[in-house]
């Protein structure tokens, strides 16, 4: 559900840019008062799994699309929403910058989308009152299903509404929103089984995680997550490192729907502005655009866009998995510390 810059203005772009960053000043405000220091290195390795996680599209039988995670409850369950919401951020700013993953101009959308829902809305008001206090399989499961559907519905729902706000007469509200809702059902479907089995890990190794994520209460003393971590890094280094290999080479829904009501993939880019600035600048961040190596000098665009083999066994898109997952580990980890130094500098009798 990453979009790309032509599918908005830079009115919405803008605006939903400034909604983006006012709410990771409220999540960072709100870490300020109450992020266990301890759960800085779960921050990293979740959001380095994310990344990887997000590699891998699935296929949607019958359809001819695909779908991948977006992870925003996984977080939001296991670090809490302020938490959750800032390693997202870190996430899609580092698919964004150097994977070309969804625009720049779309980057506030697509935080947004992927973000706010899961963490300030499903969390809340739908998996919590579900879910109870976290220790039936049944409710955990009720819980993630009825929270992943919601948060793609809702995503998606978005995607549609920041298009039409945007004029793409292209893309006409009605029909695109009968492409995208459907698909991203299923989608979301997937989102839930893999949300609650990902819980069920967590729950069975570190059980105390959860329930310091669901009451933002520190942790009792004593308590390590070493487990927790080393699995989480080895999920990552696998799913970014191999099973990117065996990621759908179908469209994913956005694309597919687009492709549904327009006859092709993705809109014309916008040649003048500051969408086309802004690609300018994404060109020379993005040194693995599209999670592979870029094309030789004077290699033809045609091979590039061929639709890749299936596994496609990459050494790029190995290195992209395990690369983005490094970057994202990194600044989810520099985030966690300076909340932690500005924390101690601040603190009553600090010099």
Known sequence: MHMADALLSPAVGATFWAGTIGTIGYASKKLKEHLDDRKIPLMGVLGAFIFASQMINFTIPGTGSSGHLG????LTVLLGPHAAFLVMASVLT????????GGLLALGCNIWNLGFYPCFVAYPLIYKPLAGDGRSPRRILLASMASGIFVF?????SVVLETLLSGKTALPFTTFLLMMQPIHLAIGVVE????????????????????????????AAGISFRNVLIGFVAFAVVTGGALSWFASAHPDGLEWSIGKVTGMGELPEQKRGIPAALKSVQEKTAFLPGYGFKPAAGEPKEKKQERPAWPNVDAGTSLSGLLGGVLVLAIAFGIGWAIRAYRRYNRPGSP
């Open 71 to 74: 992870g925003g409850m996984i």
């Open 94 to 101: 580092v698919q964004a910058l150097f994977f070309a993953d």
């Open 153 to 157: 519905q809702a995503g998606a729902f």
């Open 192 to 219: 839930g089984f893999v949300t609650a089995g990902m819980i069920q890990y967590v729950r069975a190794a570190r059980p105390e995680i959860l329930d310091s994520s669901a009451s933002s209460a520190p942790l």
